[in-house]
């Protein structure tokens, strides 16, 4: 199974979308168990994957390293800022499986929503750790706001020649804040006229690709949502929180969602007298995504909006619609998909993603 390890709750970073305080009244800022308490629980389970998380983790790369020296885990996984990825030795590199970096998109969008310079220091930072022994997946992990424009901030990071992203992913600035809406004018305008319609240029994009070069761009969504409907298997919910995906925080409580260690419904247990085998499936979903016709297709999105309802249930229904609009533009193009794997241009399999839980959340 999966397990975040928030190794600290302070981040390097300020962005303009981000709610970590690293309030010292949710969780201590430090993890509070030794590396041998964290062994002693997750060695109940036969494939374990680590993901470092935080805060960014690579402020303590202390715990990284004695990690990676001291728990079997089939894979590492590391979702960072990627600021200090420069300080990650070869031997720590060649370890990781997954890295996920966030970056926004254009220079302008990144750097205004992550703080000037961002953009750059990263970049090279990567250029650095492919150079310095990281052959694993790296994907480029967007957040979207209201200054983002979709189809070009994908295209600019999926068409980056050096260095290269083998996925791109995002996430909605939206559901997790309150007051509502506040980094937007308009939500409404924003989703229809700009996020929707960027989407749909985006589905046409990546389908001439496919068409015309038999070359499947790695859009993470459009990979995910595309395999279910070619298979016509239904999923759960896709980031696998509560399922087969755990949080560690740093008091060692055991969560289902990594970003909500203040909200009862999300606690599991703790290291110390939690059985591993009792966390899979304890948490189930609330309305209104079991009355939804997408559910087989969509999941449920996200367990941490669908208990908060921090929009509001309205909120909640315009940012299902973005979801609902993904799944129909691409829902357009199965019959072809299928026709194309008929004719052995592109097989089932390399729509299928992830390949293992990677902490990717599939619908954005
Ligand atoms: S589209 Fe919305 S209501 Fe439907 S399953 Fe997804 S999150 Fe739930
Ligand atoms: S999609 Fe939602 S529930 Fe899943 S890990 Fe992200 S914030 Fe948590």
């Given at each position: 199974m999966l397990y975040y390890i928030t190794?600290?709750?302070?981040?390097?970073q300020k962005c303009?979308?981000?709610?970590?305080?690293?309030d010292i009244d949710v969780r201590p800022i430090n993890p509070k168990y030794t590396i041998t308490e964290l062994k002693r629980f997750l060695d109940e389970d036969p494939d374990i994957i680590i993901c470092f998380y935080g805060?960014?983790?690579?402020?303590r790369l202390d715990l990284i390293k004695e990690i990676i020296d001291n728990i079997d885990a089939s894979r590492f996984i590391l979702q960072t800022n990627g600021l200090l990825l420069d300080r990650l030795e070869k031997a720590y590199l060649e370890k990781l499986d997954t890295i996920l970096v966030s970056i926004d998109g254009r220079r302008e969008i990144t750097d205004y929503y992550r703080g000037e310079g961002s953009y750059d220091k990263v970049l090279n930072n990567i250029r650095f750790i492919r150079k310095h022994g990281f052959s694993g997946e790296l994907i480029a992990r967007m957040a979207v706001s209201s200054k983002t424009d979709i189809y070009l901030d994908v295209l600019h990071l999926l068409e980056?020649?050096?260095?290269?992203?083998?996925y791109v992913h995002w996430q909605l600035d939206?559901?997790?804040?309150?007051?509502?809406?506040?980094?937007?004018?308009?939500f409404d305008l924003w989703l229809h006229n700009n996020y929707n319609q960027g989407i749909t240029k985006l589905v046409r994009y990546w389908i001439n690709n496919i068409i015309e070069k038999h070359y499947m761009p790695g859009i993470v969504p459009f990979l995910g949502i595309s395999y279910s409907l070619i298979t016509n298997k239904s999923t759960k919910l896709r980031c696998l929180s509560g399922i087969e995906a755990f949080a560690i925080s740093t008091d060692g409580r055991i969560l289902a969602c990594p970003i909500a260690p203040e909200y009862s419904f999300n606690i599991l247990g703790d290291i110390y007298k939690t059985s591993i085998k009792d966390l899979p499936n304890k948490i189930e979903l609330d309305e209104p995504c079991y009355s939804c016709y997408y559910l087989w297709i969509?999941?449920?999105?996200c367990l941490f909006t669908n208990k908060t309802k921090l929009w509001g249930l309205d909120g909640f229904m315009k940012v299902c619609e973005s979801v609902k609009h993904l799944v129909n533009e691409l829902m357009k193009y199965k019959e072809l998909l299928l026709e194309l794997i008929e004719q052995g241009y592109i097989s089932v399999e390399s729509f299928r993603y992830p390949k293992y839980p990677n902490s990717i959340e599939v619908i954005p």
């Open positions: 190794l600290t709750s302070l981040c390097n303009v979308y981000c709610g970590n305080t690293g805060g960014e983790p690579l402020l980056m020649e050096d260095p290269r992203f083998d939206a559901l997790w804040d309150y007051p509502p809406y506040q980094r937007y004018m308009d969509c999941g449920g999105r």
